[in-house]
């Protein structure tokens, strides 16, 4: 496993009523690295879907969590260094969608970068199975509005993660997911926890 950052500092910067954080962190070649907790912003934009959904508008999604599945059986998931849980953690792979990308296109683009997979071309069942609506963040370290999006994919290239992302992506054959669920010690995201155990009653 990669060697991890270290949390170096803390800050509070006043924002009104929103409390907003800044964690410095010195990364494992010397650099810095800080990571920003919410702005305004992003959360008066996030109390807005929040009132639109509550009013009978779908929420539109800014994020998608991908759950990713092989042709041979396997769930491709990542373990990640979070900056505010200051650990490594499981989860699926995900990320913010960018300014008029479509469901599909930022999935794609989000396997590639995290872990080297892409969409099957091949598949006979569309690549792609998103569940109706998105919902909203269920961590507490985010505020996004997340589509969970089943897809079948494929290796096609190394990972390309950003500079200041620690990601290691992984398979987990399906007919594995109990014992791993059983035997795992490494602290798992909400969201992926969810859906494990959802794969784990399937067999």
């Known amino acids: 496993m990669q060697a991890v950052p ?8 006043s924002d009104g009523w929103i409390k907003k954080y800044v964690l410095a962190y010195t990364m494992p070649d010397g650099s810095t ?9 992003s959360l008066e934009a996030y109390r807005a ?3 639109g959904n509550a009013a009978g508008r779908a929420c539109a999604a800014d994020a998608v969590c991908i759950v990713p599945q092989t042709a041979t059986g396997e769930l491709l998931l990542i373990r990640e260094f979070r900056y505010p849980l200051n650990s490594w953690c499981i989860a699926f792979p995900a990320g913010l969608m960018e300014p ?12 590639r970068e995290e ?35 089943f897809a079948q994919v494929e290796k096609v290239a190394d990972a390309q993660p950003e500079p200041a ?7 987990l054959p399906i007919a594995d997911v109990p014992r791993f669920l059983a035997e795992n010690e490494t602290p798992i995201g909400t969201r992926a926890q969810l859906m494990l155990e ?3 009653r399937r067999r």
Not at 33 to 41: G, I
């Open 6 to 13: 270290q949390l170096s500092n803390i800050r509070q910067v």
């Open 33 to 41: 690295y800080e990571y920003e907790s919410a702005s305004r912003k």
């Open 49 to 51: 879907e929040l009132e």
């Open 100 to 111: 008029g990308e479509d469901l599909a296109t930022c999935v794609d683009r989000e396997l």
């Open 115 to 149: 872990t080297g997979y892409a969409l099957r071309a091949d598949a006979d069942a569309p690549a792609l199975d998103p569940l109706p609506q998105a919902g909203y963040s269920s961590t507490g370290l985010t505020d996004e509005t997340v589509h969970v999006v």
């Open 165 to 171: 992302e620690f990601i290691e992506p992984f398979l």
């Open 198 to 200: 959802a794969f784990a």
